[in-house]
């Protein structure tokens, strides 16, 4: 499907006088220029030791242009991007609606991709269903681990690797979320290990994950999620990798994102670069121009990611880069309320054509 890379020679040559008018990045010394001209192009997971994952959803899958050829000819993994919820799945009156689900598993399946799925339990999609029955710990504890039994029994031949808790961790205090988690309000804060040896017990051979974000700019957050990571390695709830989201910006520092991968290589676990966007409006500017300085500047931090990961991580506890959207048209960023701008987060036009960022993250190979 190599004829879904669509290459945008005159953005090279547009790119090389915007790069020059506007001098020098916010990421430190770049000397590169990030095109077809510079990097060879060619499938992103032959270029890797490791798995190069992204987020799908179903719609996408079946209905939007290049969208499915670009997940076939770029990446060996793909993780759910919002189908796998519960509020997706626990639908009201009862009715459990796997239809999003089943179509990415067997997308996966036909492409020989890794299925990482994501999310069991997280905070921010607790359906009204399960909300109702907060006042009532056993009924919430009994509707809890039924939507984590039934998805993983369901999906056990095709799943190999979970994120069992999303987001456990509060912004600044680096304590266990509460206020914003049923989870911990209801079912007490030993809620992940639980959730761990229950979804072990389901499935034996599956990968199982806790996921975080914010951790390479909130040093608190970081130190809360490796003591919780420390508390279920002693307790010996079964725990496999850690999940560090990095949704980041142009401005984001690398040095942060080196420590704070160092840090999570001392858990042992295995590391999951698990989200990867790069905003390059993170102000949320408006009216904003995405310029071809811009898009260079994030084609050289995509390059630091895919450079310091591999770096950093043991070849034993690398586990893959995710990055959370193919296509920026239709990347989460423009929609989510808490984000709503204008951005260009990913690798991929609408038109399935490379941006520079695929080739900051091409530059980078090893494979
Ligand atoms: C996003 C999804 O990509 C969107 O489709 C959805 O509408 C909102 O959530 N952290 C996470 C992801 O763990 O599940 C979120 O994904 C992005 C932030």
Redesign the pocket.
């Known amino acids: 499907m190599q004829q879904d890379l669509k290459l945008n020679r005159r953005g090279f040559l547009m790119g090389t006088t915007a790069a020059a008018l506007l001098g020098c990045g916010p990421v430190g010394a770049r000397t590169q220029h990030y095109s077809e001209a510079t990097v060879t192009p060619r499938p992103l997971s032959s270029a890797f030791p490791f798995r190069v994952g992204v987020?799908v959803?179903s719609p996408d899958l079946l209905g939007t242009p290049h969208f499915r050829g670009l997940v076939s000819e770029h990446f060996n993994q793909v993780s759910t991007?919002?189908e796998a919820?519960m509020t997706e799945v626990m639908r009201e009156g009862g009715r459990n609606d796997y239809t999003g689900v089943d179509i990415i598993a067997n997308t996966a399946d036909a492409e020989d991709d890794w299925l990482h799925m994501?999310?069991l339990l997280?905070h921010e999609t607790v359906p009204k269903r399960l909300r109702d029955l907060a006042h009532d710990p056993d009924a919430f504890a009994a509707e809890t681990w039924r939507h984590l039994d039934a998805m993983m029994a369901r999906y056990k031949a095709q799943a190999k690797s979970w994120d069992v808790v999303?987001?456990p961790i509060e912004n600044n205090t680096g304590k266990m979320r509460t206020d914003s988690s049923l989870f911990t309000q209801v079912l007490g804060p030993d809620y992940v290990k639980y959730a761990l040896e229950r979804a072990h017990k389901a499935d034996p051979t599956a990968q199982l994950f806790v996921?975080e974000?914010a951790l390479e700019s909130d040093p608190a957050k970081l130190e809360g999620y490796l003591k919780l990571i420390e508390d279920v390695q002693k307790s010996g709830a079964p725990l496999h990798g850690v999940g560090t989201?990095m949704?980041i910006d142009i401005y984001s520092d690398p040095s942060d994102i080196r420590k704070s991968l160092q840090a999570l290589v001392e858990t042992g676990l295995k590391v999951h670069i698990s989200?990867l966007d790069i905003s390059v409006n993170p102000k949320r500017r408006h009216p904003f121009d995405i310029t071809e300085g811009h898009l260079q500047h994030q084609a050289h931090l995509m390059h630091e990611v895919f450079a310091i990961y591999p770096q950093v991580v043991p070849t034993a506890q690398q586990f893959a880069i995710t990055i959370?959207?193919v296509m920026d048209h239709i990347h989460?960023m423009l929609v989510?309320p808490y984000h709503m701008r204008k951005d260009a987060p990913v690798l991929f036009r609408q038109d399935g054509s490379a941006k520079p960022a695929f080739y900051g993250v091409l530059a980078a190979a090893t494979g």
Request: glycine share 10%; charged share 10%; with cysteine.
């Open positions: 987020c959803q991007g919002y919820q994501h999310a997280w999303n987001e996921n974000y989201q949704h989200e959370w959207g989460w989510h």
